[in-house]
């Protein structure tokens, strides 16, 4: 079974500075993707950035990054600049390559951008 | 371009009652879940399709049924609805849109369903 952690549950940041948002996964298959969502106030689940275990590079759309670390089973996202319009719950979410095509969520990390 | 449409957006319901959740996409995806979302909690799978005419269960499927009616349509039903089962839900569908030896799959969320059993 696969697992993933989210060890902040809250955190603040200063508006313009940036922001790491620590995801921590296990499995045992050697193939799997990782994906960080957002989740504004609103209530819906807005895609930020994927990552595939065989990526070399970390990926990066925009200000996310994805600070990828294989052999410590980490993949932190990355904040640049952080907006007010951040301010929301943050998911870390892992679909193994063997495993179905379901993905399994951690439990979420709710970022307060401050003015 | 209305992606996952779920309805009602809002339930209230009595302890004992049945209801079911509806879902449908129009992105032509294969698989389509049902999730469970409890206050400051990630998403828990409850059942999920991979393709139509399948259905499995996931991490949380006591209390639920569900139907894939066809390809668009996935249905979560709750036979005797429980204060427990007080959450928002989900639906969601998932297309395969790079493949390889590791196919990357996209995700497509409704707006959810707020349900709250008293």
């Known amino acids: 079974a696969q697992k993933i952690t989210q060890t902040q549950p809250g955190m603040f940041v200063q508006e313009k500075e940036a922001v790491t948002l620590d995801c921590t996964y296990d499995?045992?298959?050697?193939?799997?993707?990782l994906f960080w969502y957002k989740q504004p106030s609103s209530g819906e689940m807005i895609f930020l950035i994927y990552?595939?275990?065989?990526?070399?590079q970390n990926a990066t759309e925009g200000r996310y990054s994805l600070n990828f670390q294989k052999a410590r089973k980490s993949a932190n996202l990355v904040i640049s600049a952080s907006q007010l319009g951040d301010s929301a719950m943050y998911f870390c979410?892992?679909?193994?390559?063997?495993?179905?095509?379901?993905?399994?969520f951690g439990g979420g990390t709710r970022l307060m951008v401050k003015p | 371009n209305a992606g996952v449409t779920q309805t009602p957006k809002f339930q209230v319901l009595k302890t004992g009652q049945s209801m079911t959740l509806q879902c449908a996409q129009d992105?032509?995806?294969?698989?389509m879940y049902w999730y469970r979302q409890d206050p400051g909690m990630g998403l828990r799978l409850i059942y999920y399709?991979?393709?139509?005419?399948?259905?499995d269960k996931g991490e949380v499927p006591n209390g639920y049924n569900v139907s894939r009616l066809n390809k668009r349509e996935f249905s979560l039903r709750l036979e005797s609805a429980a204060p427990s089962q007080t959450s928002v839900y989900f639906c969601?569908?998932?297309?395969?849109?790079?493949?390889?030896?590791?196919?990357?799959?996209?995700?497509?969320f409704g707006s959810g369903t707020r349900l709250t059993v008293v």
């Open positions: 969601a569908s998932s297309e395969v849109f790079a493949d390889g030896p590791l196919p990357i799959y996209g995700y497509t």
């Open positions: 499995t045992s298959d050697p193939s799997y993707g």
């Open positions: 990552q595939g275990s065989y990526d070399q």
């Open positions: 979410a892992m679909k193994p390559n063997n495993a179905g095509n379901m993905l399994t």
């Open positions: 992105m032509n995806h294969n698989s």
């Open positions: 399709s991979a393709s139509e005419g399948t259905t």
